[in-house]
Nanobody
Framework: QVQLVESGGGLVQAGGSLRLSCAAS????????MGWYRRAPGKQRDLVAT???????NYADSVKGRFTISRDNAKNTVYLQMNSLKPEDTAVYYC??????????????WGQGTQVTVSS
């Protein structure tokens, strides 16, 4: 059974920071790249950042320079450090194992996500 458990969200003022965590089943974490997605109210789920087993990283243009993805392989955990938060970052954030085809795509069912709300 694949499990993805996100945590660390909350309410923060614009300009503030949050650190999200995602604990993943060891069976998926050790062999896959991992990604963070977000879904804002009324919008589709969008990819925010990815990190491969080897540490190669990609970011959506909207978060470059503000967000940092990292992973701790010993803990089967992937993190998203979010700085200089903006109201438009408000969304439910999800993690998933990902694979690269023509684009990155998620491999498993979604967890419950963690809500991030940025007030202006």
């Amino acid at each position: 059974q694949v499990q993805l458990v996100e945590s660390g969200g909350g309410l923060v003022q614009a300009g503030g920071s949050l650190r999200l965590s995602c604990a993943a089943s060891g069976s998926i974490f050790s062999i896959n790249a991992m990604g963070w997605y977000r879904r804002a109210p009324g919008k589709q789920r969008d990819l925010v950042a990815t990190i491969t087993n080897g540490g190669s990283i990609n970011y959506a243009d909207s978060v470059k320079g503000r967000f940092t993805i990292s992973r701790d392989n010993a803990k089967n955990t992937v993190y998203l450090q979010m700085n200089s938060l903006k109201p438009e970052d408000t969304a439910v954030y999800y993690c998933n194992a990902v694979r690269k085809g023509s684009t990155w795509f998620p491999l498993h069912s979604w967890g419950q996500g963690t809500q991030v709300t940025v007030s202006s």
